[in-house]
């Protein structure tokens, strides 16, 4: 490999605080651990994502094909100042949320993928991202996009966000939505949950292997949640 010029295709990497990790108590009564990872856990976290990729149902495919190109990205550092927070249960990965510092005042949100449905794992950890933009990367914004109605109906309309006018979000397509600081002092209390610091037994099964469940068993997660429902 050619070093000299793979240093110019890197970008350049900003020094980013740590998200400190916490636990939270799902309808199931199992803790979910929710913490950030680095790009030694990216080739785990694909296993997890590629089955997603065949699934349209609510716009898993789209949403999992970015998060594949996203994360690679990072892993083969072609995106700059990425981030990467992930939910665990017995250390099993049940989703993945992503974004990354776009200014040191504006976040740019990626993505929400949540592997086990019903549950508001997603939510969770949509909320544990904005948490991460405002309260420890210190920034005054978020610029938040969705693909789905879900997405839609969870970011857009459970945290009030504001549209933004004259402005492009990086996934392109639809009309943007920004989560000010003043939102997200209005909307935290209701939607940001969990505790700090993980009692350490929980976080060594967390940090010790990220397990990930077969293909058959992820797509029997997303899809069988929605029949479940629909009974």
């Known amino acids: ?16 605080p740590p998200y400190p990790a916490k636990v939270i108590t799902l309808a199931t009564g199992k803790p979910m651990v ?4 680095d790009r030694k856990a990216v080739p785990a976290l694909l296993e997890v994502v590629r089955p997603t990729i065949k ?4 716009y898993y495919d789209i949403v999992g094909v970015r998060v594949y190109a996203e994360l690679l990205g990072w892993y083969r550092h072609r995106v700059r100042d990425h981030y990467c927070l992930v ?8 989703g993945i949320v992503n974004g990354r510092m ?8 990626y993505h929400t993928l949540a592997i ?9 950890l949509f909320a544990a991202k904005m948490e991460y933009h405002i309260e420890y990367l210190g920034q005054d914004e978020v610029w ?3 693909e789905s109605p879900i997405g839609f109906r969870r970011w857009m309309i459970e945290y009030n966000l504001e549209p933004k006018e004259n402005a492009q979000h990086e996934l392109g397509g639809a009309s943007f939505y920004v989560l000010t600081r003043d ?3 209005a909307s935290k209390a209701r939607l940001c949950v969990g505790d700090r610091p993980v009692p350490p037994e929980l976080m060594a099964v967390a940090e010790r292997e990220i397990m990930v469940a077969d293909e058959t068993a992820i797509v029997e997660k997303i899809l069988g949640a929605k029949r479940r429902r629909v009974r």
């Open 144 to 146: 938040i996009t969705a």
């Open 102 to 109: 776009y200014t040191p005042q504006i976040g740019m949100s």
């Open 183 to 185: 939102l997200w002092e």
């Open 55 to 58: 699934i349209p149902r609510d």
């Open 116 to 124: 086990e449905r019903g549950l508001r794992i997603g939510a969770h």
């Open 34 to 37: 929710i913490r950030q990872v």
């Open 87 to 94: 939910g665990q249960v017995d250390g099993l990965l049940v």
């Open 1 to 16: 490999m050619d070093m000299e010029l793979e240093a110019l295709l890197r970008p350049p990497a900003t020094r980013m």
